[in-house]
């Protein structure tokens, strides 16, 4: 298994157009700058830095990924993605927010593996090296190196690191059985919070004035956009933002969504769950969204505007300041009673 990082984003050409095709990024150098330095190449990607000169050989792009070099900045520990197709400035860039976080969790799950890799084959070796000697030559069968229950395990979780990179296999646990590897996946309890979904009209001049579409016909174009943005399309979702230790020893993943519930545009956030939830987990949870919907990953999401074939949008998770959750028995409840949802 390759150590090297990889990311699903939609990387920018030239940081002005999101029209450049989603491929897998691979990450084939991880570069530490200063602050100030980070700061100047996120805020000028089309002027030339000497960091990407110096660095500009790793970056390429074949018919399967973008190979990349990430730019972490030394303190705040937010990245920037480039490939810079043999330029000398960032012409394919993104953003990447706790990239210091990424790396550091990818970097102990393969240390850990690979020590017990490791550890394993030593031993074996070193059983099998004193067994041959007694023969004049040392005659070790290859399958004798690898076949011992501690490295077929090893081996069995490494490979389950390899597929987790794979999104649709994010959640599934390894088991060998009788020489057989089975994939299960996991069977998580899951909670759906509904909240009230804002969706703002933008001024695009046309020579025909567009016709404009239903505010619940925006659902498709939201969730879409949801599906590029390099937070939500994650396996775990908002979870990768989340430092609470209890939140994600219980919560497994966080995804907001855009849906038509009875004939109401509304947000949908789905949580899957590893164990259950306290009262007080509960109130950390509704803690953590409300301030991921407000200020941190709401606010850069309503920043890209999301094209519908016409018109231009952008989708606030955070209602304008005005955020409340509900489960499904209370929203449908509040819908019995006559209430209607702040917009």
């Keep these: 298994m390759s150590d090297k990082i990889k990311l699903n984003v939609t990387m920018k050409c030239k940081a002005d157009s999101y029209s450049v095709e989603n491929k897998q990024c691979i990450v084939e150098e991880v570069v530490t700058i200063s602050d100030i330095e980070f700061l100047e190449m996120a805020s000028y990607p089309c002027r030339d830095n000497p960091h990407i000169t110096l660095h500009k050989d790793s970056m390429y792009a074949d018919k399967d990924a973008m190979h990349c070099v990430l730019f972490i900045a030394e303190k705040k520990g937010d990245g920037f993605l480039v490939e810079a197709e043999g330029y000398d400035y960032a012409r394919y860039s993104q953003y990447i927010p706790h990239a210091a976080d990424i790396v550091a969790g990818q970097h102990r799950r393969l240390t ?72 299960d996946g996991d069977k998580y309890e899951t909670l759906r919070f509904i909240s009230p979904l804002c969706v703002d009209l933008e001024c695009v001049e046309y020579k025909e004035t567009p016709e404009l579409k239903a505010v619940t016909d925006y ?41 038509v519930i009875n004939g109401e545009l509304v947000a949908v956030t789905t949580v899957k769950l590893i164990d259950t939830l306290t009262e007080e987990d509960a109130e950390k949870l509704k803690k953590f969204l409300s301030w991921e919907y407000l200020h941190n990953w709401g606010e850069e999401f309503q920043k890209t505007p999301i094209d519908t074939g016409g018109e231009m949008i952008t989708a606030d998770f955070g209602n304008n300041g005005k955020l409340q959750f509900m489960t499904e028995e209370e929203w449908e409840q509040s819908q019995d009673e006559g209430l209607v949802m702040q917009q």
Excluded at 138 to 144: E, G, H, M, N, T
Excluded at 147 to 171: V, W
Excluded at 228 to 239: N, P
């Design 219 to 259: 659902a498709e174009y939201i969730r879409a956009a949801l599906e590029e943005d390099h937070i939500s399309s994650q396996s775990r979702g908002l979870m990768v933002l989340c430092n609470d230790k209890s939140l994600k020893e219980k919560v497994y993943s966080i995804q907001p969504d855009a849906e």
């Design 112 to 183: 850990e593996v690979s020590e017990k890799l490791y550890s394993a084959l030593e031993k074996n070796l070193d059983f099998l090296v004193a067994e041959s000697r007694s023969e004049p030559h040392y005659r070790i069968p290859i399958d004798a190196v690898f076949d011992t229950p501690e490295i077929n395990e090893c081996l069995l979780e490494l490979a389950g690191e390899l597929l987790k990179e794979q999104a649709e296999f994010a959640d599934i646990k390894l088991s060998c059985n009788d020489k057989i590897v089975t994939i």
